[in-house]
C-alpha cells in the first residue's frame, strides 16, 4: 500500500545542473575579477594566459605539429577555447560537490588555484605580487560559490491526518528556491560579465603601447634595399603576392597574449663572453646606421606545400655591427636570444657576424613591427628556421655555446641549429580546383636562402619533368616564383608536382620528412580536375 505521508522528492535543486551552473558563474567570478585586478600588475599575472603559455611551454613536438597542421595560424584560439571548456568542465564538477559538501568542492577550488598560482610564478619576469589578482579571484569566486549553494533547508510540516497539505507546502519552498537561485545565479553572471569587460576596457585604457607605434616615425635607412626588378611576381593570377602584407604574414610563436612593449621602457642587453657588455635603448637603436632587405621568413613548422612561409622588407641595425662592438670571446659559438615573454633561440655566432642582413629589426613593409610580429624589436636572420633565429619581442643576447645552453625548442627535441631546406610548393590550381578545360596556368614560388633558385621543373601526371619560367629574382634571401602554361589541358583528373634546384644546381630532395626535428622535405604535389 501506497505510503500517504511520504513527501513528494525534490528533483529541481538537487540534481546535477544548479552546482554546474554554480561552478560555472562562480569560476566566471573568480577569472573576470583576477584579470580585473591583473590591470595594475604584469602580464603574467592573468591567470588564464599563464596556464595556456605554460601549456605550450610542456607541448610535446608531435602535438605542437598536429595542432599547427590541423589549425595553422588559428592553433591559439582553439587553444583558448580547449582551455576554456577545460574550465567550465572543472568548475561544473566542483560546483555539484560543493552542493552536497561544500567544504569539499571548495578545497576542488583551492587546488586549481594553486595549480594556476605554480603556472604565474614560473613565467618569465613574475614575482610573488602577480600572485594578488589570482588571490582575489579565488576568493571572490568562493564567496560567489557560497553564495549560490546555501544550507539546503527541507520542509518537514507533514502528519498523517494532513499529507497533501505537506507535500504542497515541500513543493513551494522548492519553486521559491528555484526562482532564488536563478536570480541570484543570473545576478552573478551579470557580475561577472561587467567585470570582464571593465578590465578589458581598463587594460586598453592603461596601455597605449598601440597608440605609441601608431605615432612612431621611423628613420630612414642608410643602405635602402635594392629596388625590386620587374618581374619578380609571376603571371599567374592566384599566386601569393612576392611582398607578403603585414596583415597576411604568418604568425607563430610561444605567445599566448602578444606582449605589448612600451618603446621607452624597451632594453636590450647584450652580455655572456664577450669582451665589453651592451644595454641598448630604443632610441639608441634608432640612431645607429640601419639597413633594409627583403628577407623571406619560414617556419620549421611549415608542411611540404604549407604557407607559414612570408616575405617581407625589413628595417633594422646589423646584429653583425653590434657584436663587433660587444667583442665575443674566443670560443663562443652561439647567441642565445631570449623574448620578454621567456621564448628564447640559439643561433650559431658565425651566421650573425658574416655578411647577411642579420638584424635587429624595427620595421616591416615600411611601417614600425606590427604587435604581433614582435614590436618594437625582433630579430631577423636570413637562411635560418625561425626557431633558432627569429626572436621576437627580444630583449636580451647572451653570447655563449652549444654546449652550455639550449634554445627553447631546441631544449625540447628540435635541431639546434635549424638551416632552411630548399623548399618549392604548387600555388595555383588550388587543390581539387576545377577548371576549365584549354590553356591551364601553373604557378608558384621556391626558395633557397643564401644560396638562390636556379631552376624549376614540374611534372604533370607522372610524365617528363618541364622546365618552368623563373620570374625575377629580388636576392638570395628572398623566394622566387615560377610559372607554366599547359596548353588544351584535356579533361579529367590530373597531378602536378615541383621540384626545384638552388644555384649550385643541387637538387631539392624528395625525401619525405615530417617537420620536427629541423624542418619537412619533398616534393609538393596536388591534383585538380579539367572540366
Excluded at 595542432?67 to 572543472?90: P, Q, R, W
Excluded at 578545497?107 to 613565467?123: E, G, N, S
Amino acid at each position: 500500500m501506497r505510503n500517504l505521508n511520504k513527501a513528494p522528492r525534490q528533483h529541481s535543486l538537487h540534481g546535477l545542473w544548479p552546482g554546474a551552473l554554480a561552478g560555472v558563474v562562480a569560476a566566471g567570478i573568480l577569472f573576470a575579477s583576477a584579470q580585473l585586478v591583473s590591470v595594475f600588475f604584469g602580464p603574467a599575472s592573468a591567470p588564464l594566459t599563464s596556464v595556456g603559455s605554460t601549456f605550450i611551454d610542456f607541448t610535446p613536438a608531435w602535438l605542437k605539429d598536429f595542432a599547427i597542421a590541423t589549425f595553422g595560424t588559428n592553433d591559439k584560439m582553439v587553444l583558448l577555447i580547449s582551455m576554456g571548456v577545460a574550465a567550465a568542465l572543472l568548475s561544473a564538477v566542483a560546483g555539484i560537490v560543493a552542493r552536497r559538501h561544500f567544504r569539499v568542492g571548495a578545497a576542488l577550488v583551492v587546488v586549481f588555484a594553486l595549480v594556476m598560482a605554480a603556472a604565474i610564478i614560473t613565467r618569465s619576469g613574475a614575482g610573488i605580487a602577480d600572485l594578488f589578482p589570482l588571490l582575489v579571484g579565488t576568493i571572490a569566486g568562493l564567496l560567489s560559490l557560497r553564495f549560490l549553494t546555501p544550507e539546503p533547508k527541507i520542509a518537514h510540516e507533514q502528519t498523517q491526518a494532513q499529507p497533501l497539505q505537506a507535500g504542497q507546502q515541500a513543493a513551494n519552498v522548492d519553486s521559491t528556491s528555484r526562482r532564488s537561485f536563478l536570480l541570484r545565479t543570473v545576478a552573478l553572471a551579470g557580475v561577472a560579465v561587467v567585470a570582464g569587460v571593465a578590465g578589458s576596457a581598463l587594460s586598453t585604457t592603461r596601455n597605449a603601447v598601440r597608440q605609441v607605434r601608431e605615432a612612431l616615425k621611423l628613420p630612414s635607412a642608410k643602405i635602402k634595399a635594392v629596388a625590386l626588378p620587374a618581374g619578380v611576381q609571376a603571371p599567374v593570377e592566384g599566386v601569393t603576392p612576392f611582398v607578403t602584407p603585414n596583415s597576411d604574414f604568418y604568425r607563430i610563436d610561444t605567445a599566448l597574449v602578444v606582449p605589448e612593449i612600451d618603446p621607452a621602457k624597451w632594453e636590450l642587453r647584450v652580455h655572456g663572453m664577450v669582451e665589453e657588455e651592451i644595454t641598448l635603448s630604443f632610441d639608441e637603436l634608432l640612431a645607429q646606421d640601419l639597413i633594409e632587405s627583403y628577407v623571406t621568413l619560414t617556419c620549421v613548422s611549415n608542411v611540404v606545400g604549407g604557407n607559414l612561409a612570408g616575405n617581407a622588407k625589413w628595417l633594422g641595425y646589423p646584429i653583425r655591427e653590434l657584436l663587433a662592438r660587444a667583442k665575443p670571446k674566443a670560443g663562443a659559438d652561439m647567441v642565445l636570444s631570449t623574448s620578454i615573454d621567456g621564448f628564447s633561440a640559439s643561433t650559431p655566432l658565425p651566421i650573425l657576424q658574416d655578411d647577411r642582413d642579420a638584424m635587429l629589426a624595427v620595421g616591416m613593409n615600411g611601417e614600425p613591427l606590427p604587435l604581433q610580429h614582435g614590436f618594437p624589436v625582433r630579430m631577423v636572420v636570413p637562411g635560418l628556421y625561425g626557431f633558432v633565429s627569429a626572436t621576437k619581442w627580444v630583449v636580451d643576447l647572451e653570447v655563449t655555446t652549444f654546449a652550455e645552453n639550449a634554445g627553447y625548442w631546441t631544449s625540447r627535441g628540435w635541431s639546434s641549429h635549424g638551416p632552411i631546406k630548399t623548399a618549392s610548393r604548387v600555388e595555383v590550381p588550388r587543390a581539387l580546383a576545377r577548371i576549365p578545360a584549354g590553356k591551364v596556368s601553373i604557378g608558384g614560388s621556391a626558395w633557397a636562402q643564401t644560396k638562390g633558385i636556379s631552376k624549376v621543373e614540374i611534372q604533370l601526371d607522372d610524365g617528363p619533368w618541364l622546365a618552368a619560367t623563373l620570374a625575377a629574382e629580388a636576392s638570395v634571401d628572398t623566394w622566387r616564383q615560377w610559372s607554366y602554361v599547359w596548353e588544351n589541358a584535356p579533361a579529367g583528373n590530373h597531378k602536378v608536382r615541383v621540384r626545384a634546384y638552388d644555384v649550385g644546381n643541387e637538387l631539392q630532395t624528395e625525401d619525405q620528412a615530417p617537420p620536427a626535428p629541423d624542418g619537412s622535405s619533398g616534393w609538393h604535389s596536388i591534383s585538380f580536375t579539367v572540366v
